[in-house]
């Protein structure tokens, strides 16, 4: 069964530290890799997508891939107590239009 | 854009009710799914569809539920008879390309 790991926390960040978060995934096939920040009460959104290996960055996000390790991750830079959420990974295939969701990091950024 | 809408946004029904999610996809979105969450099981894809068409039902949990998708703009999720054990919040979410974005969510509570 493909499955999508993500240690499930809370992560504590101080403000303006570097936030970690990391997922695994078990099928070697997946292609794309999806970080989404869910809010207490609200709904996932996309925060960004990688799909080959190395960094991706977007203001202060930055994903990373490694398909050799299986591992994805999600740094965020200077981080804020509005970055303070659940985050969750999920994996994909190209040939399959089903997402794998992992079950989420909550993260507190304190101020 | 309007984004994926969804109704209602809470419903508290009766065991033994009949409960009908609706959902309004991001237009020009082909493809459509409805997950369940929860804090125990995170979150669960049910089915999705495919230019109207269900592809996979894999994630339906019982015959208890079913899905349908008329046309383009518009799905339904229904459950008769509801369980208590059946509440969550239910997500639908559209695609284009790679990327889902996700509706508000409707809270059900089955009493």
């Known amino acids: 069964q493909k499955e999508v790991e993500q240690n499930s926390g809370p992560l504590s960040v101080p403000e303006g530290a570097i936030a970690s978060l990391n997922c695994t995934y078990s099928?070697?096939?997946?292609?794309?890799f999806f970080w989404y920040r869910q809010y207490s009460g609200k709904s996932p959104e996309l925060i960004m997508f990688i799909y080959s290996n190395g960094d991706k960055e977007d203001g202060r996000f930055t994903a990373q891939l490694n398909k050799a390790s299986q591992y994805v991750s999600l740094l965020i830079r200077d981080s804020q107590p509005s970055d303070s959420a659940t985050y969750l990974c999920a994996v994909g295939e190209r040939s399959n239009y089903q997402l794998i969701w992992g079950a989420g990091t909550k993260l507190i950024i304190k101020p | 854009d309007a984004g994926v809408i969804q109704s209602p946004r809470h419903e508290v029904t009766e065991m033994g009710q009949e409960v009908t999610l609706r959902c309004k996809p991001i237009?020009?979105?082909?493809?459509l799914f409805w997950y369940r969450q929860t804090m125990m099981r995170g979150l669960e894809l049910l089915i999705y569809f495919n230019n109207n068409v269900p592809i996979d039902d894999s994630g339906m949990p019982e015959d208890r539920f079913s899905a349908k998708m008329p046309n383009a703009s518009f799905s339904t999720l229904k459950i008769q008879p509801s369980e208590p054990r059946d509440s969550a919040v239910y997500f639908c979410a559209s695609r284009n390309t790679d990327t889902q974005y996700f509706g508000p969510g409707t809270r059900l509570t089955v009493l």
């Open positions: 099928d070697r096939g997946s292609q794309s």
């Open positions: 237009s020009g979105h082909d493809y």
